[in-house]
């Protein structure tokens, strides 16, 4: 059976998940697919280019449209959508936020979800330059909680710092309190994350008034 580019980039990430990104290899590639180490070099021409094609397929689910209603409310409901769906996918594979924070580059599909998403943005009356602020801000806020999450859930699972009530009183009291919460059931997994869009989303809507 001939073998595609899409198979090339879905066998890349299932090695991900089970490897991480440190060890992937072509060479465990072409193994798991059964062919010569050249033959991958007609899908992809280096592990660079196959690196940005395996982030492009995991940020791909986060630009599904979703119905919202128009003016303010819709760019800011579109938008806390649009970063709960890239947090799911950037969840969804091993190491996802690192893959695609280092290698991410873009293709038509990607481009095209992102030049529309402007489009729908400015018929809702920002401008452009706000539009594209508005989209790296949350862009980044989602890639780099992620970062710490997957970084969080690779660590040896201790209990974190104790902290010199002298020197840290205040992080004493956080890390209190979110223990606190965790122990009632307080909020779930995602609160943490919801309580940060929040506040970046009412930051920009007053920013962008």
């Not at 330059?129 to 690779?154: C, K, N, P, R």
């Not at 609160?191 to 970046?200: C, E, I, K, S, Y």
Request: hydrophobic share 50%; net charge negative; glycine share 16%.
């Amino acid at each position: 059976m001939a073998l595609h580019r899409d198979d090339v980039v879905a066998a890349a990430l299932d090695l991900l998940d089970e490897v991480g990104l440190d060890r992937l290899t072509t060479r465990a590639l072409t193994e798991r697919l059964g062919v010569a180490p050249g033959a991958l070099y007609w899908h992809v021409r280096s592990k660079r280019e196959l690196l940005g094609a395996m982030a492009d397929a995991v940020v791909a689910p986060a630009f599904a449209a979703a119905p919202v209603p128009g003016g303010q409310a819709g760019w800011a409901a579109r938008t806390e959508a649009f970063a709960h769906r890239l947090r799911a996918a950037l969840l969804g594979r091993r190491d996802g936020a690192r893959l695609v924070s280092g290698y991410l580059a873009p293709g038509a599909a990607t481009l095209g979800a992102v030049e529309e998403g402007l489009a729908l943005m400015r018929a809702e009356g920002l401008a452009l330059a706000q539009a594209a602020v508005l989209g790296h801000a949350v862009t980044s806020y989602v890639i780099g909680f992620v970062l710490q999450e997957q970084a969080a859930g690779a660590g040896d699972g201790g209990s974190g710092p104790g902290f010199d009530p002298g020197r840290y009183p205040n992080l004493l009291q956080w890390q209190a309190e979110q223990a606190q919460q965790a122990g009632r059931g307080a909020g779930g997994p995602g609160a943490p994350f919801d309580a940060g869009l929040a506040l970046l989303t009412a930051g920009l809507a007053a920013g962008l008034g």
